[in-house]
């Protein structure tokens, strides 16, 4: 089955004002997620891209952009499933006002125990995700075949959810997973297991090219604090 690299979109507006965007419109990259999302091409230049899917909301779509812009002949697909946890009521409020929530803890330590007030639960979350990167892997599969490579740009929690999945691990594990606006996680499927490549890398991606490809995983991890629910501002 193909590899599938995880973007998670360049830094954003609301990462930079410290507020949980989830689905609201009209969220942007801010200056250093625009130069983040514009380094994208150089840094999987390596990689034969068949296909690129993004979450419907605009800041996915404009870290793809530069990629696009620089192969012209590669196809842009919008995947509902992939766009970001339905926060419900609390989209749009400061993270430091959220939390003194009580759920809040919840959402740090039982996360599939988690329902968001007016939105959806992080279990619905996942579920909807798997599921399509399964279909997408199947249909990738099918028209590339199995050593294809294609790239799928998403949000902090729905990648994370994405890589709990991938290792077999219990979502209430998953806030122990990081990555960075615009880092690249890379997770390549079996038929038998699915193997974690990279996770939340930054840096170079040539070695993922077919035959440099090593199985293993490289975690750049947050230690000492709660998981930014959403995913954080990366750094400064």
């Not at 998670?8 to 969220?27: D, E, F, K, M």
């Not at 842009?76 to 409020?93: F, Q």
């Not at 170079?204 to 604090?225: C, V």
Request: charged share 20%; proline share 6%.
């Amino acid at each position: 089955m193909p590899t599938l690299i995880l973007v998670r979109h360049g830094r954003s507006t609301a990462n930079t004002s410290g507020v949980l965007a989830g689905r609201t419109p009209g969220v942007s990259l801010d200056e250093r997620g625009a130069g983040q999302a514009a380094a994208l091409p150089a840094r999987l230049a390596a990689l034969d891209l068949v296909a690129a899917v993004s979450s419907p909301l605009q800041r996915c779509r404009e870290t793809l952009q530069p990629l696009l812009d620089s192969r012209p002949a590669l196809p842009l697909h919008i995947e509902e499933g992939i766009s970001e946890c339905d926060y419900g009521d609390w989209s749009g409020r400061k993270l430091a006002e959220l939390s003194d929530e009580p759920l809040m803890s919840v959402v740090q330590q039982h996360p599939s125990a988690a329902e968001f007030p007016g939105g959806e639960s992080m279990r619905a979350m996942q579920a909807r995700a798997v599921g399509a990167v399964r279909e997408w892997n199947a249909r990738i599969g099918t028209e590339h075949g199995e050593d294809a490579t294609y790239v799928m740009c998403s949000h902090g929690d729905i990648i994370k959810a994405l890589v709990a999945d991938a290792l077999g691990m219990h979502l209430d594990l998953f806030q122990r997973v990081h990555v960075d606006p615009c880092s690249v996680t890379a997770i390549r499927y079996t038929r038998l297991r699915p193997f974690l490549l990279r996770l939340g890398d930054t840096g170079d991606f040539a070695s993922l090219a077919p035959g440099e490809r090593s199985i293993g995983a490289d975690a750049d991890g947050d230690t000492a604090t709660d998981a930014a629910v959403g995913g954080g501002a990366g750094a400064p």
